[in-house]
């Protein structure tokens, strides 16, 4: 029987190599979708945050690269509202991710995989203020219906909610860990260690799906 570091190198490979092999006229039609239900999403969380007040949304998300589902869209709608936009700076001598606020595309470069991030100009947010945090958009290659997710392998965005759990026991907030998702990357069970990260939200070709992970 397959270990579970097995199945997912597999599952890892199969996925990547279908989502790098896209039609680009399918990936463009489902990014439109996806965006638009991202919109919908970003309004919903605007509209429970201000309660009158209009304060911003505070947004972490990836800077996409490759066959990644784009996340410039995101950021543009951020920026163009006042949200506070957040990306991920790694430190892989720790290894760990620094977040770094980014106010627009010329506060991005090439990182040490020719990954985008925010330059070191960029002012950082310290782990105390994590539970500020309305959304936190992860990347990842497949998702199932009950959160699950699996990544490139590296366990920075594992580590990271990890620590986030752990500042956010200590108050009554925690945002949402969400997902864009293209075609082919839901899946009918995602192979899952008990520290992984789970998903409470897919944005996906087919509308939003808001997913309850108590008991899991």
Known sequence: MQDLAELKIQLRSRLKQSRDLMDVSMRQQAMTQ?????????????????????????IFSYLSYGSEASTACLFQEGWNHGDVMLAPKVLAESPRMELRR???????????????????SCVVLSPEDWPKLDLVLVPGLGYDLHGGRI??????YDRFAEMLAAKCAMTDKKPLMGAMV??????????????????DLLITTEGILHISNKGL
């Not at 996806?34 to 505070?58: D, V, Y």
């Not at 090439?110 to 070191?120: C, F, L, R, S, V």
């Not at 293209?182 to 998903?199: A, C, E, S, T, V």
């Open 182 to 199: 293209l075609p082919g990357q839901l899946q009918d069970k995602i192979p899952m260690d008990l520290l992984d990260l789970r998903i």
């Open 34 to 58: 996806i965006n638009a239900g991202m919109k919908r999403e970003l309004e919903h969380l605007r509209q429970a945050k201000s309660k009158g007040s209009n304060r911003p949304l505070i």
């Open 151 to 156: 990544g490139y392998g590296g366990g920075y």
């Open 102 to 120: 980014v106010t627009g595309e010329q506060d991005t470069e090439p990182g040490i995989w020719g990954i985008p991030e925010p330059k070191n």
